[in-house]
């Protein structure tokens, strides 16, 4: 019997998240089993509240179960990520995909352990951010740049996280978890400014999300989930 290879989809709320699914699926192959988590799978009403943004802190937008929206402190869930981190590489992944656009750890994954601080983690750890900062950059030099974020509390970080990635930067916020009004909205504010690529800095937007976007910017648009997918495919097949 021929082992299947395992990758783990680490989702900064709770799991299951079909929308991510339906987007990473496209690019699974056939012989990998995918295993979703959720940072928030077993935390009650209280334990949400401790984990909101204090002020000052990065703001994180996730969803539960339910599809209720909620917002995360970075802060507040790293200790939750990290042991969550442990039981994945004890689990044996092979791949592990933090479902978040937020950098939320140094390149390559953090040291795992007490006994060898040094250690990394043996599955290979993919974070968007870093895979979408870097194909944008390689491509954004000289241009236009627009950035949609989930929220407006996200818009000042996302300023100074693409500051200098092209010619000019606009950003806008709206929400994947909202009706289409206000991405609607957004879309058209990045079309006002002239964007020669738009890059939708969040996991929860989806194709049709790209789809209002691209139709009223009329430009390029990158989606962190499809490109998350395409490198997973191939670190996978």
Do not use: N
Request: hydrophobic share 45%.
């Amino acid at each position: 019997m021929v082992r299947r290879s395992t990758v783990r989809l680490v989702t900064i709320g709770q799991s299951p998240r079909g929308d991510i699914m339906s987007v990473l699926g496209r690019y699974m192959p056939e012989d990998v089993e995918a295993v979703e988590v959720g940072l928030l799978d077993d935390v009650d009403p209280r334990g949400l509240a401790d984990l909101a943004p204090r002020p000052g802190e990065e703001v994180l937008v996730t969803r539960l179960r339910d599809g209720r929206e909620v917002r995360l402190g970075k802060e507040r869930i790293t200790p939750r990520l990290l042991d969550l981190l442990e039981e994945t590489d004890r689990a044996g992944a092979e791949v592990v995909v933090l479902l978040c656009t937020e950098v939320l750890l140094p390149p390559g994954g953090p040291p795992l352990g007490t006994e060898v601080p040094d250690r990394r983690p043996r599955a290979l750890l993919i974070q968007p951010g870093l895979i979408l900062a870097a194909v944008v950059r390689s491509v954004a030099s000289g241009r236009s740049l627009g950035v949609l974020v989930p929220a407006p509390e996200q818009t000042e970080s996302a300023r100074e996280r693409w500051a200098g990635a092209g010619r000019s930067l606009e950003v806008q916020a709206a929400s994947p978890y909202g009706g289409p009004e206000a991405l609607e909205a957004a879309a058209a504010a990045l079309a006002r400014a002239g964007p020669d690529l738009v890059v939708m800095d969040c996991m929860g937007f989806g194709p049709e999300h790209k789809r209002i976007v691209q139709s009223t910017a009329r430009c390029p648009v990158v989606l962190a989930a499809s490109l998350v997918g395409r490198t997973m495919a191939e670190l996978l097949s």
